[in-house]
C-alpha cells in the first residue's frame, strides 16, 4: 500500500473525524459523494480514499478534484474490509467515519454525527439513516437490528420516512456504509475480521462492541442518500452474506441464547436453504447456498474465535437476548 496527497501536518490538532472511503473501480459514483463532502456544515475532519487497487481513473479523479484528500492505494486487491482496516491504522481522526463510495452525505451529516457522538458517551457507534438515493424519503437502514434467529436486518428498510425512527435511540448496530466509530472501541476490536473479505462485517462488529459493554446510538438528522446495489453484485452479496451470516452467529451469539433460540435458527437457515433450491436455476441462489456451505466448513476457525470474543463478553446474557428481536 501506498500513500498520496498527504495533507495534514505534523504539527497540525488532529481532526475530529477521518473520513474513511473503501473504493473499488468506484469513479463513477466520486463525483456525487465529495460533492457531498464538500458541502458539509462541520468542516473538522479529514477525508481517507482506500483504494482497492482499482482499474478505474478513481484514484486520478480525486487527485485532480479532491487534492485534500488522503489516498491510501493497494497495488493489489485486498478486499473490502482489510481496505477499511489499513486506512483506520492511519487515520488521525479521534472519530473514525465509514462512508461507502455509492453514497452521497447530507451537508448536516457531520454535523449531526458529532452532536450525537458529544451526547453518548458511552455509545461506541452512532449509526446514520441512510435513505435510498433515487428516493430519498425510503429508508435504507434507521439503525441496524439483529434476530433472535441469527439474521442481521435494517430497521425500517423499504419503508417511507415519516420520522417514525426519529427518536434518537439505542439500536444493536450501524450500517457500515455510513456510520461513525470511537477510536478506542475501533482499536479494542481490533477493526473488522479480515476473513469476511465484504458484507456483514459490520453486524460481526456490532456484536463484538455489544458484548463488551458499548452501546450504539441512531442519529436520524446524519442522513446518506445510498445508490443501493451499486458497490457489488448479487452474486457476491448472495455468497458472501450467506457465509458471514453463519459466522456472525457462529463467533458471538451466547451459549445459553444459541440453546434458546435454536429452533428459530436452524429454522431460519433451512427456509434460506429451502427458498435457494426453489430457485436454483439463478445464480444468486447457488451463490448464497455455496456460501452457507463455505460457513459450515469455516466454523472450525470461527468456534476458535468465538473462545476469544466470549471470553471478552462483559454483558449479562439477558441483556443481550433484550437488544435482540
Known sequence: MYESNPFVEEASPPPFFSVIIPNFNGGRHLPDLFAGLEAQTFTDFEVILADDASRDDSVAWVEKNAPQTRI???RENRGFVASINGSASAALGRIIVLLNNDTQPDPAFLAELAKTVCAHPRAGIVAAKLLLFDERDRIHTAGDIMG???????????????GQFDGSQEVFGGCGGAMAVRRELWEALEGFDEDYWMYLED???????????WHTVF??????????????????SSFYVGRNTLWTLAKNMPTPLLLRHAQQIVTAQLSIAADALRNIRGRAARDRLRGQVAGLLGLPRLLRKRTTVQARSTRHVEEIDSLLV
Open 203 to 213: 453486524a460481526d462488529f456490532s456484536f463484538r462492541a455489544q458484548l463488551m459493554g
Open 72 to 74: 491510501l492505494a493497494s
Open 148 to 162: 433472535r434467529d441469527g439474521i442481521p436486518r435494517n430497521r425500517g428498510v423499504w419503508t417511507i420516512d415519516s
Open 219 to 236: 442519529a436520524p438528522r446524519a442522513r446518506v442518500y445510498h445508490k443501493l446495489g451499486a458497490s457489488g453484485g448479487d452474486g457476491l
